[in-house]
């Protein structure tokens, strides 16, 4: 919840991730950090990120300045963060090392590079800077849609023949803003929608996108011979998981709005490429995921080096519809 200009007090700010699925992962420390410090705690986020993150949420750091903030702990790794936190002239400043940043900040910590190590629990390491006790088991993340961004979320829906209470819908992600590596591809996607279409007529199939992945979910609807609706273009990220909290099944690439999905309870299937999922699985006891683990990943790159992808085009369109139908089997 955005406070927008309301005045409290406040001694504590966590300044949140810059990405979707970032912000999604560090709920559970922030959650943590708003347990131990009461209502003294608030998050200062980007103004896209405020709908999915709980509690008191800032989105202009001008509306701090003035406070007596003491304590801030920087979630992002960017040198900017950390030029950020020191604005509001703390005491301490908790962060990660990186960028050559450690001299704007009083408590530096290490950053435990390792392929075990998820990156929501990665997080918790800038509690135990403060000695802020860490639960023996971090907990998923939960995210809590606000009524406000219903009402036009289920609009989109009913715009497109679909009823948000009624019907069961299957959401497809085809995107990846991070770069064309984590994408499964445009034609995979539209072969598999097709496939789902004739094997479960009585579900709803929807594209899902963002204003940045709008060409490649257009590009997909195209190839499905336009019979799956792109719906999220003209939402704001409370009102796309509003969307997404209707699916019966999410499918999608190591992005935001699949840790969203996850978050929400969803029923989600992720698939993964040059990234891990021991490090970046959605968190949710309905959560499944696809990885070949084939020699060259993880790579992390944005873009494929060896152009042909494969860890991602080795995932076959049958075996993700066989998991499908197993999940929606299994919930029936």
Request: some cysteine.
């Amino acid at each position: 919840m955005d406070m927008g200009s309301q005045k409290m007090e406040i001694d504590t700010i966590a300044i949140a991730p810059n990405w979707v699925g970032d912000t999604v992962m560090a709920i559970p420390a922030l959650e943590t950090i708003r347990y131990h410090r009461k209502e003294k705690f608030a998050i200062l986020a980007k103004e896209n990120l405020a709908p999915i993150i709980p509690g008191k949420v800032y989105t202009k750091v001008e509306l701090l300045k003035n406070l007596n903030i003491k304590e801030v702990f920087i979630f992002p790794l960017s040198f900017k963060s950390a030029i950020l936190a020191n604005k509001l002239k703390p005491k301490v400043t908790v962060g990660f090392k990186y960028d050559f940043r450690s001299i704007l900040l009083t408590h530096p910590v290490e950053i435990p590079y390792t392929e075990k190590i998820h990156h929501s629990k990665l997080y918790f390491e800038l509690l135990k800077a403060r000695k802020i006790p860490v639960p023996e088991k971090i907990p998923d993340p939960q995210i809590h849609i606000s009524n406000i961004y219903k009402k036009k979320a289920y609009k989109s829906l009913r715009a497109a023949k679909i009823d948000p209470e009624t019907d069961k819908i299957i959401g497809i992600f085809p995107g990846a803003s991070f770069g064309s590596s984590k994408r499964w591809g445009i034609t995979n996607y539209a072969r598999l929608i097709n496939k789902l279409r004739k094997l479960l007529p009585t579900f709803k199939i929807i594209i899902l996108t963002g204003l940045k992945d709008l060409n490649i979910a257009v590009d997909t609807y195209i190839l499905t011979g336009k019979k799956a609706p792109v719906i999220g273009a003209n939402l704001n990220l409370g009102e796309l998981s509003a969307v997404i909290e209707k699916l019966t099944l999410y499918i999608g690439n190591d992005t935001g709005p699949s840790h969203i999905a996850a978050a929400l309870g969803i029923k989600t299937i992720t698939l993964f490429g040059p990234t891990s999922p021991k490090r970046f699985k959605p968190l949710g006891k309905n959560s499944f995921d696809f990885y070949k683990n084939i020699w060259c990943s993880p790579c992390y790159h944005k873009i494929c080096p060896l152009i042909h992808k494969n860890c991602l085009r080795s995932i076959t369109d049958d075996e993700i519809i066989e998991k499908a139908l197993s999940i929606l089997q299994a919930a029936s």
